[in-house]
């Protein structure tokens, strides 16, 4: 599959200037950006010799991998077997995905959920078996859940224990990472900044990025806010290739109501037999799809947006009346308790939903290994493109692929860090002169981002158009121009270069690709062209 390479400027190397004399230094054997269920997972398996550092910007429990829902998916049945859950993903990748890569964490995957009951990880059972749902896209229940609808808070509250039990981990929470340091064509280490000790230079022998995804790029999403494409946008300043930008995967129902943030309604409610509803109460799916509410997401989420639009109704409505009212109870109590305080009843109300943004297919492009394009730089999870999802990320084998590759990130970087001298040399940096340290005054951060997040919405959003795209990418070109070049003081600005640097990128692959293929739909070339099933890669003009 031959790719077409395009090229998006960044407009600076580095987010902010820095005095390497003035600028306290670090040093450590592994640094590990993101302490999701990637960066986690690869900070176990870390040599116990080696001094690892892990940093997050939030607190360790806020991730898109802790507010997981549905599951983790995993051939645990003797009547499912490899090749079913190997062809379910393909199908849902429409024709993108790499099936050696398939293959490979398909057959992981049952060790990889043994491992996590033996981190402590207590997943729902039936009759002692485990539990094992359906879910969209699958053709047999083998999806793995805990505490009912909340998989990720106790897969990762498990994980979290054991990496807080071991001695060479340390854990950096409310710790931003600015940029990656780079020196002759490799990456050692990075500029980090928390509001304690400010800037440090955390100079690795290997670093491994794990920072999750992207979705509060739009302005609805699933995602917690922290989900701003940093780690994308680091990797990319530092010239790394990026991979399908434009494949974006909205989920198809979110909770709407008017005012509240939104709230993922899990892929198993409707595996558990729920029914999509339109305002006047008809059934629509079997409209767009036979397998109606089981279908892949990207059809769910686009047919549910083409029936708002015959409706002229804001949103659709989950049917949860053909699911038992204590099954309900039992299997999703934390949805149940979010509804209940908008005054909703899952076992007699229909629920209000619509989609949001979800899950970040595209990524930093890395291989089998975990390996990047930028020597000593290794990353995993939603922040990459390893292959796996193609063109739609089938649902519960994201945390799935967090698992199986921050294994493989962590070995690999602890063997190559085994192998390298305890002696660094901090080179000479310097930073490209921006605008005064206080032109952020000037800037309404939070009005901008929210602009930046209505444009994504409308122009780059579930259904594009080359108009669209264009102007989308004209207006973040303007912003950018003021935005990006500035010395931003603190997380926020960041954050907001960050999300607009990849929206860029997200807008250009999305203009590149004119055909309509899995979670992207382009209204002006609708079909899909088996010719075009090509990877878009995206590098950075201008990285010195």
Request: aromatic share 6%; net charge negative; proline share 5%.
């Amino acid at each position: 599959m031959q790719p077409e390479r395009i090229e998006v400027p960044t407009l600076r190397r580095y987010l902010v200037p820095f005095d390497p004399k003035r600028v306290p230094h670090l040093f450590a054997d592994v640094l590990i950006i993101g302490a999701g269920i990637a960066g986690t997972r690869a900070a176990l398996e870390i040599d116990p010799s080696l001094r690892t550092i892990v940093v997050t910007k939030d607190q360790i429990s806020q991730s898109n991998s802790a507010w997981a829902q549905g599951g983790i998916a995993g051939v645990l049945d003797p009547l499912d077997n490899f090749a079913n859950h190997v062809n379910d993903t393909m199908a849902a990748g429409k024709g993108m995905c790499d099936r050696d890569v398939v293959e490979l964490v398909i057959k992981e995957a049952p060790e990889r959920i043994r491992e996590l009951i033996r981190f402590g990880a207590d997943f729902d059972k039936f009759e002692g078996e485990l539990a094992l749902t359906l879910e969209g896209g699958h053709s047999h229940p083998r999806v793995a859940h805990a505490l009912g609808d909340a998989t990720g808070k106790e897969v990762m509250r498990a994980m979290h224990q054991r990496a807080y039990d071991s001695d060479n981990i340390d854990i950096w929470q409310r710790t931003f990472t600015i940029d990656l340091l780079t020196r002759e064509g490799r990456c050692q280490g990075a500029l980090v900044w928390n509001p304690n000790h400010g800037r440090t230079f955390v100079w690795a022998k290997q670093t491994i990025l794990c920072t999750g995804g992207a979705g509060a790029i739009y302005r609805e999403t699933t995602n917690p806010s922290i989900a701003t494409a940093d780690g994308h946008a680091l990797a990319f300043r530092a010239g790394c290739e990026l991979r399908d930008m434009e494949f974006m995967q909205f989920h198809p129902t979110v909770l709407y109501i008017a005012g509240s943030s939104r709230h993922l309604i899990s892929e198993a409610v409707r595996g558990e037999g729920a029914h999509l509803v339109d305002v006047n109460g008809y059934r629509f799916m079997s409209d767009y799809n036979e397998a109606m509410e089981l279908a892949p997401r990207d059809v769910v989420s686009q047919a549910i947006t083409q029936q708002m639009a015959k409706t002229s109704h804001p949103c659709v409505y989950l049917d949860l009346s053909p699911i038992e009212p204590e099954k309900i109870r039992r299997r999703f109590p934390h949805i149940g308790k979010v509804c209940k305080e908008f005054g909703l009843d899952l076992t007699k109300d229909k629920v209000p939903v619509r989609p949001g943004a979800h899950y970040m297919v595209g990524g930093v492009t890395t291989d089998t290994e975990g390996r990047t394009s930028l020597p000593g730089f290794w990353a995993a999870g939603e922040a990459t493109s390893t292959g796996l999802h193609g063109a739609n990320r089938l649902a519960s084998n994201s945390l799935l692929e967090g698992v199986v590759f921050g294994l493989r990130c962590g070995q690999n970087a602890s063997n190559a860090a085994l192998g390298q001298a305890d002696s660094f040399t901090a080179p000479p940096l310097v930073s490209l002169p921006g605008l005064p340290h206080h032109s952020d005054e000037a800037l309404d951060l939070a009005d901008i981002r929210n602009s930046l997040r209505s444009l994504m919405w409308r122009n780059v959003g579930i259904s594009r158009n080359r108009k669209d795209l264009m102007e989308a990418r004209q207006q973040m070109d303007f912003w950018a121009n003021y935005v990006c070049r500035r010395d931003l003081l603190e997380p926020a600005g960041w954050e907001l270069q960050n999300m607009m640097l990849i929206g860029r990128v997200m807008a250009t692959a999305a203009l590149a690709r004119e055909e309509s293929r899995g979670v992207h739909l382009r209204s002006d070339f609708p079909e899909t062209i088996d010719a075009a099933a090509k990877h878009i890669t995206v590098i950075a003009s201008d990285v010195e």
